[in-house]
């Protein structure tokens, strides 16, 4: 392969391409694309690892074809445009497959779907073509050849005409039937295609175990099911809890004195007929549309459910239903006609790590964020990314000046993938991480048993105003219109010095100050007085006492019925409340201990803040009450913060792990190890998902 500073050159080349900032010939130009392309294919095939996102690749290849199709005088036999891709790993049996495996051609908006509609019809000459959809999955893809009934082999894609041997592996995943009564339907040979995924939450504990066990983290799921495929000791593949789902029969050879058999006409028969053969497949999920309009809305407001899902997707496949149509639209030789992917807003990026500056949080604590070339995720500008700690950062062995790979998923806040050292060009520096706050110039502490460095003056400006906007965040206070922006600037204007100032404001120094209209003050002013009543628990939870999050804070909200009762109380009270820990414990007492914070509840509750447990009686007439909960593993009914809300509700209470203390674990699909442990402590109900639903009827 090419040497690292080749790779760099490579590599910044395509962000040149990418950004029209090039000064190429078309000669020099279809070299570097081909150049280019080969690397990435080889990394992505053969390495497991993604240099460019799928827009960027695409947009790569769409180009050099382009120039080659304007200039065939540039066309040569050897270039990647030519076959189906590159690459294949040495270590691995290979097989070939019985039909090609090919990929899809991608669209990425609406305009891009009509355009391969309008293609669809005129080279079918009709007017109106049914199209199936079903979810495009982010996994490794498997083909699978049964004979006489049994699973014979299984292969990865490879280089599309032949793959690496995975049969052992894929037999480790449960989802894959070894036997089928194809026999029955006069099928002696078949090729199914289709995806191994990891579910969300089994790569979530996979990197967790990872992490314990001082291993390198996995950047994501598809990469977890590509990996665990190649692992060479199949009970460990065993113990990834891979799923697998198949979407194509790609050839089908009937036996000779089969007296009859169920022909099948359309992807929704396939479909159906895989998962009647006990194959996973999306028949369920499997929409069909006739209307290119209404296939377009419904791949548009898809894209908003995609977090939903317990595993990823990164698009929608849409493909003509009836084969006959299929079969007379044929295939390139890189992707078949009749299909083609509707690809969401790509989560990664690459981007250029431009600087780290270092933020004091809420409890002192000192976090990395880096700050990147801005970059366009999944629909949100991101030119802010937190680096966490100094582990992670040494870990990822980041550099300033370092090209990096930016993922946003969903519900989780954008990090840093890796960086890409084959980018490297000897320029980038060594992050140095400070010895003194940022801020207030106190020298630094890190804790034995933390990750994070310390700033320990409480009195430092950026924790204050941190703790004020913990105060007034949704979860805690919930005062509307007191975000981040309006507490920094009424703390820089001296308006507001500690949480108590809020209650307090000179609405006449705000009136005065551009951007604030009476309408704008009447709503702040009741926002603040309406927070005066919330519940007991938002109060605890935003004093932001270090250890105790909202969960905590519910849970001894309900066990006083006035805050003052824990003035006086001493570690053993907290301990005996169930799922409380020593390090809460002791936060606790600490908190309460220190006279400027005694000296803060009296000035909130002459404030006239709410410090009683308005909800204990009603609470108490919930059925669940006195009953513990926990909820692992995927709920396919509703979310699990919809089912703990359930059991508050009715009085019940959510532990954060299990313990002997526990009553009911409710375990949705995939459970994993909490399961494991509750089985082995022996005494907690075990409930499934409509068990669980049954009990909180009869409450
Ligand atoms: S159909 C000839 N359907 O996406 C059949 N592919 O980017 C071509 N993929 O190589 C594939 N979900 O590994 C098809 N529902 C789906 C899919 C799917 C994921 C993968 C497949 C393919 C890749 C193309």
């Keep these: 392969m090419l040497d690292a500073q080749k790779q760099a050159q490579l590599l910044h080349l395509a962000q040149d391409i990418l950004k029209d900032t090039h000064s190429l010939t078309n000669e020099q130009l279809v070299q570097s694309l081909r150049a280019i392309i080969r690397l990435a294919d080889w990394k992505?095939?053969?390495a497991s690892e993604s240099l460019l996102t799928d827009y960027e690749y695409d947009f790569l290849y769409k180009h050099l074809l382009k120039i080659e199709t304007e200039h065939p005088e540039l066309l040569s036999p050897d270039s990647p445009t030519q076959r189906v891709a590159q690459g294949l790993s040495e270590r691995a049996a290979t097989i070939k497959h019985l039909v090609p495996m090919l990929s899809l051609e991608n669209t990425y908006n609406a305009d891009d779907l009509r355009a391969w509609h309008q293609r669809c019809l005129s080279i079918l000459g009709i007017e109106q073509i049914e199209y199936c959809i079903e979810p495009k999955y982010d996994g490794a893809s498997i083909s699978l050849v049964y004979e006489h009934n049994r699973l014979k082999q299984a292969a990865t894609r490879g280089d599309g005409i032949q793959g690496e041997d995975i049969s052992i592996?894929?037999?480790?995943?449960?989802?894959v039937p070894l036997f089928i009564n194809l026999e029955a339907n006069g099928i002696e040979q078949i090729e199914i295609r289709g995806e191994v995924v990891m579910n969300k939450e089994n790569f979530k504990n996979l990197n967790t175990q990872r992490e314990k066990e001082g291993l390198s983290l996995l950047a994501n799921p598809r990469n977890a099911a590509s990996g665990s495929l190649r692992i060479l000791d199949p009970q460990e593949v065993a113990q990834r809890k891979l799923s697998a789902i198949f979407y194509h029969i790609s050839y089908v050879q009937h036996s000779h004195n089969a007296t009859q058999h169920q022909a099948i006409h359309s992807h929704k028969e396939a479909l159906e007929n895989l998962y009647q053969w006990g194959l996973p497949s999306p028949a369920k999920e499997l929409k069909l549309f006739t209307d290119i309009e209404a296939l377009i809305q419904y791949c548009e407001a898809f894209e908003s459910q995609r977090d939903l899902l317990p595993y990823e997707i990164d698009g929608l496949v849409i493909k003509v239903n009836r084969f006959d149509q299929q079969e007379a639209m044929g295939m390139t030789a890189h992707h078949p006609r009749w299909a083609v992917a509707y690809k969401f807003k790509a989560r990664q990026s690459s981007s250029k790590l431009l600087d780290v500056i270092f933020q004091v949080g809420r409890t002192g604590s000192i976090t990395p964020v880096a700050k990147i070339e801005p970059v366009l995720i999944g629909g949100a500008t991101i030119s802010s990314v937190s680096l966490f700690n100094e582990e992670n950062v040494r870990e990822k062995?980041?550099?300033i000046g370092d090209t990096v790979l930016v993922e946003r998923a969903g519900d989780v806040i954008p990090y840093i993938v890796k960086s890409l050292p084959e980018a490297r060009l000897g320029t980038e520096r060594t992050i140095q991480f400070p010895s003194h706050c940022p801020?207030?110039?106190?020298?630094?502490?890190?804790?034995?048993?933390?990750?994070v460095w310390r700033c320990i003056n409480i009195d430092c400006p950026a924790?204050?105003?941190e703790r004020m906007i913990h105060f007034c965040s949704k979860d805690a206070m919930d005062i509307r219109g007191m975000g981040i922006a309006n507490v920094q600037k009424f703390y820089e204007l001296g308006i507001i010095n500690n949480i108590a100032d809020l209650y307090k404001i000179?609405?006449?120094k705000?009136?005065?100050?551009?951007?604030?209209?009476?309408?704008?003050?009447?709503?702040?002013?009741?926002?603040?007085e309406q927070s005066k009543q919330q519940e007991l628990y938002r109060l605890l939870f935003g004093l932001g006492i270090r250890h105790i999050g909202e969960t905590t804070a519910k849970n001894l909200s309900r066990a006083i019925q006035n805050l003052e009762a824990l003035y006086t109380w001493g570690e053993n009270d907290y301990l005996a409340l169930e799922d409380f820990g020593p390090k809460m414990a002791k936060s606790l007492v600490h908190f309460f201990s220190l006279d400027e914070n005694k000296k803060l509840l009296q000035e909130l509750k002459s404030l006239g803040l709410n410090f009683e447990n308005l909800q204990k009686e009603k609470l108490s007439e919930g059925n669940l009450q006195g009953n513990t909960f926990l909820f692992t593993g995927t709920l396919s009914k509703m979310k699990r913060s919809e089912a703990e809300k359930l059991v508050e509700q009715l009085g019940g209470q959510i532990l954060s792990g299990v313990s002997s203390k526990l009553h009911y674990l409710v375990c949705g699909e995939d459970a994993g190890s909490k399961l494991e442990k509750a089985k082995k402590l022996g005494n907690i109900q075990i409930l499934n998902e409509q068990e669980f639903l049954d009990l909180i009827q009869q409450a």
Aim: aromatic fraction near 8%; glycine fraction near 2%.
């Design 397 to 399: 062995d980041l550099k």
């Design 439 to 451: 801020i207030c110039q106190q020298e630094l502490e890190k804790p034995e048993e933390e990750a």
């Design 169 to 175: 592996n894929a037999k480790q995943i449960k989802s």
């Design 463 to 465: 924790q204050v105003v």
């Design 44 to 46: 992505y095939y053969v």
């Design 510 to 528: 705000v009136a005065s100050l551009e951007g604030f209209k009476e309408k704008s003050i009447q709503n702040l002013k009741t926002a603040i």
């Design 506 to 508: 000179n609405w006449d």
